[in-house]
């Protein structure tokens, strides 16, 4: 196993934490959990090797259908302990969402979409999972409303990924350096309480 | 560009222009706004695309994109002015949902799809993006329940377009002709008030 | 028509009478019922056949079409006596459960997937088109919260399916058994109201 694949799992695996948590706040029960656990991980991945007209690579790899699992057990014995990780998960959940814009633009490229179809599929790739979660969950996504910067930082990596593969540069270190540009924007927007802008003349709810 | 290329971004733009004002109406953040008004414009022709195992023309096209973005932008700043104008963009709306359901009937006939099935995906290319549009704000989608007629008319337009391709008619006439259909349909049942029954024995809600 | 088709269509029928019924429960109009009978009926076989990259079966057979409709006028005239059947309809429900499982496992295998994946994608066969169903109509799907076992029979009946083909019995007879298996245990849970865990800790609701 190469480390690009390693992280890869890291980051199925901590999608699925987030997946399997929001199945304990919802009392969902442990089939609820998988479910979750497994869509969260998986969903952004499938949906752009749908609109590439590929076989999802979820449904070749026995690793990604796996590692959801293994999340959920955890969650399921050991939630108050994983909830009291949450800050620390979170900064896996912005080195996950990094990798996987990054990862889903670049193959969106080799696939032949153009950079700003590459971007949007990689920012598809990145947050597709965690809509289709609150979804499921019965929830509006977060990602529309809760003002956090998520989308901009995945929006921002995988527009580098798309500019840095035109400028010839498909490689790891290019992957990587995208994937990182995300995640420190995400971390800065966590940290700094960075928020999106609500429509002109609309109070914020607090 | 040709006049039935413009149509169909005159359409994908209102439809956008819905999404965005359901975000402003939920009150999202201008994230959320611009994830409705692409996921209202694109969504109906990313299904139907995906049925038809081809590419989705949304990751083709540069203006199915950006021009959501445009109408965002516009619902950002004015949204009060635009509400305001309602009721012209609901017959702009009627407008793309013939549109939609006859070039997206005749792009499933082009695809090998019998008149029935054609038809079906005809209506899901017009109604689809504003069923997720709901889904994804937490809401039922109005289509299911409001019982103004907006997807009969979809499903008749749609037929009427498969019924002239079976004749030999695909040309731009048909389509155009089937498109005014659905639209007079839907501003007929706008205007006089036509309602979709409710199953016998369930009471009006109102 | 032979007799796994004619019990698929029996599957597709049952199916969309839950979808239509769900339709008069949350008081949608006609078309809202039609559009959940037909989603409930083919929506876990749509998303299977979307993963395995090809054409939906759905949008090839004028009978997985029709069928629903006939299911929505029935119900849409005589909801109340088929509400009054439902515990007969449960029966004909987890006999659908079960065909739809192993006839997904196996179209799976055929498109080359190894039997773990094969044997996920007959699950979403079974349950996918009820989830929908659930989601649209504005709830959490059943089959995450209820603890009913539901999902868990659907699995056996697939992994059983995938088993036996993986020993050289692809033929009806290894199929039927599957979905035997998968129904009987499906029947047998809601006899003895088997349930699924909820999360260590985790009060039961009632």
New interface residues.
Partial sequence: MTVPELLDLVGIFVFALSGALM??R????????A??AEMTALGGG?VRD???????AA??S?GY?LVPLAATVI??????HVARVMPAILVFDAAGLGLFCAVGTLKALEYG??P??AT??GVTTGVGGG?LRD???????T?????QL???PALLGSAMMAELSTLGLHGWPATLASAVVAFGLRVAAMRFKL????????PP?E
Same sequence: chains 1, 2, 3.
């Fill in positions: 199945g304990v919802k009392r969902l029960d442990v089939v609820g959990m479910v979750l499938v749908l609109i590439l007209n590929v076989r999802p449904f070749q026995v259908v969650v399921f014995f050991w939630h108050p979409l153009s700003l179809h949007l599929l809509m979804v499921l969950a019965g929830e509006i996504p990602l529309l409303y809760d003002r998520y989308a901009v928020r999106a802008p609500l429509a002109r003349g609309v709810s």
